[in-house]
């Protein structure tokens, strides 16, 4: 039913566009199928927050609050990626930076790349999990090299390698899982189903099981971005077109850090000491700490930001790995508030680099002047994601810290250096280019600026109130990943 | 010392084969050799499968050696072959470390994946225990040849035969994950493999080459 | 009875070999000449070499040595011994105690230094290179030959050649994929040892590009006779140790007559084999250059490891 419309609809669309993607109505049909996709996950979430937890399709699927809302978000993501990447792409079209070929291109990979990360949360089979992010990658990997310049073919290269090399480590440590699994509950599909695994945790073998993790870990940590396996993630973020900026800043790293954390629940469950948690702290502190000292010198806006997708990444890692139900919720949150945040920025970023025809920070000058909706998106932006008060990061980020001082202390001065240290930053250079003189011309299409302040309204609206359903629905969540 | 039974040794000898073309692969420096040698890796892998499958009596495995031969030992050699025709790309002349110390180096990883497996290998119950040592050690050399090469094509190589290496330890780990799995794997592995190709065009298209040293440009500028 | 019997064998064991030489290096030559589509000068051609030589008179430089005079016999001496002492026709001899593996690589040890010496002895810029070339192809040879008889120690427990055979040979059948390592490395350094492709072109008149025949450059007649049967005999030992590790079947046990007549056929056949296999295996190869050579003999070195390290994984 709705999950056979969430996989299809995408699915579907990938291939519909890939016949008429260069067509003049193709945008439109993107936003179109985001749609269905999107009220398609509004149904599916109703039916779970009423029905609780749900199998399907022969324990295929298995859907529960935890994945439901990173599926609705997915959904409510890439359908507003695919309204704001309409006039975009037009521009880009007009500009003469992109054939309709590579349109073509760009649309029906923009649905398969929906559709694998919807299969990737919804799937029950480890093994699935792991092909659906694999073939994210493969999906994403020639849009990022889509303008076909020598920096975007590098960068889409660097993200190739360095992201299959990783999935492989992380194919390593499914098969470990799996060993371990076979051994209690017998060989064929069933040992790989997630369910399954986590009722008889507390069986499987603890030596195997660490070392699975640490391979999952490091695997699908790549793909999160984790320092000090980031290499990538700058290169590709700021090379591609902005809409896959967007949708793999949002969306991709947020579907990997579900992977980790699936794991993680099963070898808690196995080893009963905080061994996985301990690691993953580890790593997100690192890479909180790296990303906040290396955005000062950052000179392409886009960079700055993708460091700033590290960081957070890193932020909600440490939440994981911290564990408890404050810590949890925290974890939850933030990926909510920070896909919502991270591609409203990419938004107004992608316009303002569109007016002012560069990247490069020192160029661009007075967007409030030159057109004010992008010059206060970028703004608000800039501000939400760092955590101002009343925005919803801040939020998250004042659980975090309070769950931080409780649980860990000593990481807490590391984590406030470095959120010091990435707000003084990012202020910092956002504040010229946003004020100021103007020094950039008129767009030729009008800019798609909705999603933009759709998204800050919402990210606003979590920071001051949160709905309680929605408070139970993270509370629920929270008690599965425990 | 009881010696073990035939189907063991047999299975034995394939993966040192295993281990033997991984090694080859570091020392050789045409293109067009490490493609035959990839695809006599996906021969013996085929082989070594299609051997856990008869003495295990599982019948899901036959698919898998059928698929594994089919795509491994004909159906990529083949594009690779294609591919490295059209880019005209023969010979990695220079490599990041010279041979002769990635042989060393191949050495202290094949020790260290033998130590590693060792406590693994303890636990497994299949026939194909002691082998997991070795696939961990392709794994490992196969690593160690992506990152000691400058061509890209022998990069892609280095890494589908890691792909062989993995597909190695989940049989000598545990006779291979469920099919639908494995299918997916190696569709992955496919699909990977054409979208290398299509990258090497684009590649070879903006640097006229296709030495790693043009794409390593991109800094925090 | 048994201890006659023995010395028999022993002495039938070491004649045979020394007079069956020159014949195994006549039969690769000449499938070397198939292999190229030449007609060659027949498998007899040594012997009539050997021949021509003995007749010569002897020319020596004005200030050649004691040593380049009695090298050409000493390394004759320790290659008779060599193949004395391999288990080529039957184990159990009375010298068998002696044939130890490591005893053997340091005979041949023995007789590249004396060689190496004579060829740097009249003082020519060839021999000298000739020599130091020698010395570097040995001194990386001998490591990676050490680790390949080491494998086949450890999995018959013993360094004694005879040991190995009763155990490799005349004990069950079982596939040893460390043996199979060790096999591949063995031919390494049998090319590399015997001065043949890739590693030394044996039939090349280009000095600059010789390592083996340019330390005899200034040997003649009944010395370069001599020089030339021992490295006849030296391909033959080689061989033989490889028969004797890696195909053992076919060697008898002394005293069994019918098992010495049955051993030297099966000798035969295999040394045919082997003859056709190395000239196959020059033919497909071309000479390396001399700095790629520690590539080879690295490589060699690192299979005979990968084997021993196999052998603990797998076998222990």
Known sequence: MEILLLLGAPFAGGIVLAVWGHRRFAPELNSGMSLLTFLAACVLTARIIADGPILAWNRAFFVDPFNVFLVALTAFVAFTTSLFSRPYMRIEAHTGRLSPNRLRLYHSMFQLFTFTMLLALLTNNVGILWVAMEAATLTTVLLVSLYRTPASLEAAWKYFILCSVGIAQALFGTILLYFAAEKVLGSGGTALLWTDLNQVKGQLEPTVMSLAFVFLLVGYGTKVGLA???????????????????????????????????????????????????????????SVVIAAFLLSRQRDIKRLFAYSSIEHMGLMTFAFGMGGALATFAGLLHMTVHSLTKSAIFFAVGHAAQKSGTQVMADIRGLIESNPTIGWGLMLGSLAILGMPPFGVFASEFMLLTAAMHQEPWATPFLLAALGVAFAAIFGKVQPMVFGKASVERLPHPPALIPVFVHLAIVLLLGLYMPPYLAEWYRQAAALIG | MPSLPLWSQLINLLAALLLLLAFAMLTQRRVLSLIRLFAAQGFVLALSTLVVAYTTNQPDLYMSVAVTFGLKVLALPWFLHWLIRKLNVQWDIETVINIPVQMLVGIVLVIFAFNLAAPISEIAGTITKSTLGIAIASILLSFLMMIARRKAVSQVIGFLAMENGLFFAATSATYGMPLVVELGILFDVLVGTLVFGVFFFQIRETFESLDIHHLEKLKDR | MKQASGIIFQVLQSVLVVLIAPLVLGWVNQCRAWLQNRSGPGVWQPYRVLNKLFHKDAVLAHDASLLFRSTPYILFGCMWLAVGIVPVLATSLPFAPAADVIALVGLFALARVFVSLAGMDIGTSFGTLGARREMMIGF?????????????????????????????????????????????????????ENARIPIDNPSTHLELTMIHEAMILEYSARHLALVEWATSLKLTAYITIGFAIFVPWGIAQAGDWEGLLIAFAVLLVKLALAGAGLALLETVSAKMRIFRAPEFLGTAFMLATLGMLIHFLLEA
């Open chain 3, 140 to 192: 990386l040879a001998e490591p990676a030959m050490l680790m390949t008889l080491f494998t086949a120690s450890l999995i018959s427990h013993s360094t004694s050649l005879p040991t190995i055979v009763d155990t490799l040979g005349h004990g069950e059948l079982v596939i040893y994929p460390s043996m199979a390592f060790a096999a591949v490395a063995f031919v390494m350094v049998l090319l590399a």
């Open chain 1, 228 to 286: 000090p396996l980031h290499n990538w993630l700058p290169d590709a973020h700021a090379e591609g077109p902005t809409p896959i900026s967007a949708v793999l800043s949002g969306l991709l790293l947020n579907v990997a850090l579900y992977a980790v954390v699936r794991a993680k629940v099963l070898v808690e469950g196995a080893l009963g000491n905080n061994f996985a948690g301990n690691l993953m702290m580890g790593f997100g502190l690192l």
